[in-house]
């Protein structure tokens, strides 16, 4: 995975896209280094809302905060949460509404993951197994079913690939985190502290990767994630996209009988094909 990834899968659209299309900050304290880290902004009158600094304005305390919470994160070899996603979209009239997801989170590396997703948008589960990866909607009882590389890194790649499948969580379940922020990270700086957001003392940092501008709340004990908010530099309506985390647990047990569910076997199959992927001419449809 690299920054690109965190990029597309923080658009926030529908974790399993390739079924729905078939079915149908905080109050922190800001610190003084905030302004130290915009001085390059401000020293440009002409320099226009977003734009990135030519050289990196990369705060030390602000890297050793995302480089800890990534370390926590690569280390577990197991782990489940829940993540709620809220991303805006234009109205007919112009001011933007919220829309959300929400998943539970599945995980054992180097070649486990379940995902399902309640709504609030089409219902959908996902299970990879180390070899085949599922992708079932259970209002329509459709089901795909495609061969997948031996890890979750190279399955989320080929599933994104192949079907325009993704996560808005990618970049925390990868097996390197903070290699796939920091290829293209041009800005990062602390903000303060929140004690708002999951319940818990948090650290606010904030940085820029990929040309997406994020804003993170990291435990300031745990170094797990808490909320990330993203803009992104080419959107010209600065629209929000929010990414909630909680019931966090780490190393813990995952029964061989969770990646997979019986109910896809009386399923109708469909390709495991990206939605907008043009219909074969002159051959009929088939099951896989």
Known sequence: MTAVNFTRSMRLLSALCVLASAACLANAQISPSLAAASAPEKANPSASIGQVPSRPVLEPKAVEILKAACARLAAAKSMSFTAIVTY???????????????????????????????????????????????????????????????????????????????????????????????????????????????????DVIAYDSGGVFIEAWIGAEDRLPRMLRAIYADDPLQLRHVLLFSNWKLDVPVPANSLSTSKVSSAKHIPFASPNSPPVVGKPATNP
């Not at 998943?103 to 948008?121: A, F, H, Y």
């Not at 589960?125 to 079932?136: A, I, N």
């Not at 009882?141 to 031996?150: G, M, S, T």
Request: charged share 20%; hydrophobic share 40%; proline share 9%.
């Open 88 to 202: 805006e979209n234009p109205s007919r009239f112009g001011f933007p509404l919220a829309y959300g997801t929400t998943s539970d989170v599945l995980l054992q590396r180097p070649d486990k993951l379940r995902v399902i997703t309640p709504g609030d948008g089409p219902a959908s589960e996902f299970y990879y197994d180390g070899k085949r990866m599922t992708v079932f909607s259970p209002a329509e009882n459709l089901v795909a079913v495609a061969d997948a590389p031996p890890t979750v890194d190279a399955m989320l790649e080929t599933a994104f690939h192949s079907a325009a499948v993704y996560f808005p969580f990618d970049d925390v379940i990868v097996n390197d985190p903070y290699k796939d922020i920091s290829q293209d990270l041009r800005v990062a700086f602390y903000i303060g502290k929140s004690n708002l957001i999951g319940g818990t003392t948090t």
